[in-house]
């Protein structure tokens, strides 16, 4: 067969099959809207590269990505340079994460090309093809909804020589799961629904994952099963927003805490924890069962956003600070051992300094013991897009430092009020200086100890006796490694 390398990508070849003396060749059928072409001979990438930007939803996006690429027969490489295959799996949410993706796929365009390069991810779905005017080199583009569909573009990629993007709105629920190539050897991430339909004036999660698609209990089951009977000690469910599992399909008569005693009873599973929540959709219901289930960890991430009404009411948060309180304080009644996350965003357009102050107490009143804040950026194809962003920066960064000098100080407080008393540690690996063992309580406090390799995925008692920043520092008290069972 002779053959002559595509002068597009260096691992496709081209040319006829036989003894040069006949023209034999290979009859495809190309999809309808690609026009005529020389028949291609390819050999596939060898390796790839991947870098994901964002969420938890982004890295279990990655596992399955990955996973696929494995089962096709190619291997990952830590090596962006010489990857046959890279991929970017991209953010929308936060301006930071969209200019770090544009950056590099710049850099990678004044370079000679020598590999294929796809993004997927938010950003795949809220520029679509308009990133293939900006970076003529990127070869396709594919949405959060079509992660089945990596494959096939793959395979048209290297056949027409042409870019493809596949960016369908909706997500169709046929996705593998169980291909996902894991990272981690103790704690796993579990999607339960996709999408989101509350419509946040800020947010591209509803344009760039589309409204929510709840994933049938059984499937979510029996991942869980499998996971726990290759030694997983823990399972984190996750979701745009997770306690809208089930609101789509009232057929089924399985709503999100019934969903969780499902999982509570697969014999030996062992912590479970949710992400994300949406304040009105978190129900009495929710509590009881964090209350009541044994594998059910007592952390909640109860995002508030903004403390004042108004700006509340402009995100389109649709509820009330007074509402908002009502179910924290409900919470705590519940299982008042219980620790709190929040989200939230500073300097939003019109936002006064009286109710940025009305946050600040908030954050106070509530001692959240962990916090994600953010400096207000406008996000193309939102309805805060349209107003003018009219909170100086300066005045955003100096809201968003008084926040988080806040919260470091509540977190203080936290961590200290914990000092001498033995918690439950699932220890999760070495920490980065490879000393120290790592892991998390409960309740989601960080916690470093010294002990063997052995007993990384067991559970053992740790007296903490101080700490650094957010992360305790303890001793073990527990001699033998307790497994979960």
Same mark, same amino acid.
């Given at each position: ?87 970017? *799996? ?152 997770? *306690? ?8 089924? *008569? ?232």
């Amino acid at each position: 067969m002779a053959v002559k390398s595509s002068k597009r990508f260096p691992n496709i070849v081209e040319g006829h099959i036989g003894d040069g003396s006949s023209k034999n060749t290979i009859e495809l059928t190309p999809p309808l809207h690609i026009q005529s072409f020389s028949i291609m001979i390819f050999r596939e990438p060898k390796t790839y590269f991947i870098r994901t930007y964002g969420c938890q939803m982004n890295e279990l996006d990655t596992q399955i990505i990955q996973g696929q690429l494995e089962k096709r027969g190619l291997a990952f490489i830590d090596d962006e340079e010489n990857a046959d295959l890279l991929i970017y *799996n991209t953010c929308s949410i936060r301006d930071l994460a969209e200019r770090k993706v544009m950056g590099k796929l710049g850099q990678l365009g004044r370079g000679k090309k020598r590999h294929i390069i796809g993004v997927t991810g938010c950003m795949a779905m809220a520029k679509k093809d308009s990133l293939f005017r900006k970076f003529p080199h990127l070869d396709f583009v594919v949405g959060t909804n079509n992660i089945t569909d990596l494959g096939t573009v793959l395979d048209e990629v290297l056949y027409t020589q042409r870019q493809v993007y596949k960016t369908d709105d909706r997500f169709e629920e046929n996705l593998d799961y169980l291909v996902a190539k894991r990272d981690h050897n103790v704690k796993a991430f579990v999607s339960i629904i996709r999408g989101c339909d509350k419509f946040c004036t800020y947010c591209v999660v509803p344009y760039t994952r589309g409204g929510e698609v709840s994933r049938p209990a059984m499937s979510i089951i029996e991942e869980c099963k499998q996971l726990v009977d290759r030694g997983y000690q823990e399972i984190t469910l996750l979701g745009q927003n997770v *306690n809208s599992y089930g609101k789509d399909k009232p057929e089924w *008569n399985c709503l999100f805490h019934d969903l969780l005693y499902q999982i509570d009873r697969i014999p030996g599973m062992g912590r479970v924890r949710f992400l994300t929540s949406h304040p009105v959709d978190i129900t009495r219901e929710l509590m009881l069962a964090i209350r009541d289930l044994p594998s059910l960890c007592e952390f909640v991430h109860f995002p508030i956003q903004a403390g004042s009404n108004r700006i509340l009411k402009k995100m389109h948060r649709i509820y009330t600070k007074e509402q908002y309180f009502e179910k924290v304080a409900m919470l705590t009644e519940i299982v008042p051992n219980v620790s709190l996350g929040t989200d939230i965003i500073v300097g939003f357009p019109t936002e006064t300094e009286e109710e940025f102050l009305e946050t600040y107490q908030a954050v106070h009143d509530i001692r959240y013991s962990v916090g994600f804040f953010y400096s207000y950026s406008p996000r193309k194809g939102t309805p805060a897009m349209r107003w003018k962003d009219d909170i100086p920066d300066e005045e955003k960064q100096d809201r968003l430092q008084r926040l988080l000098d806040l919260q470091a100080s509540v977190t203080s407080e936290i961590r200290a009020s914990m000092l001498g008393q033995t918690y439950e540690v699932l220890v999760e690996r070495f920490n980065k200086d490879g000393k120290m063992l790592k892991g998390r309580t409960r309740c989601w406090k960080k916690v470093i100890f010294e002990g063997p390799e052995n007993l990384i995925g067991t559970l053992q008692q740790v007296k903490m006796n101080s700490f650094s920043h957010e992360t305790l520092i303890g001793e073990r008290i527990c001699q033998s490694a307790l497994k979960i069972l």
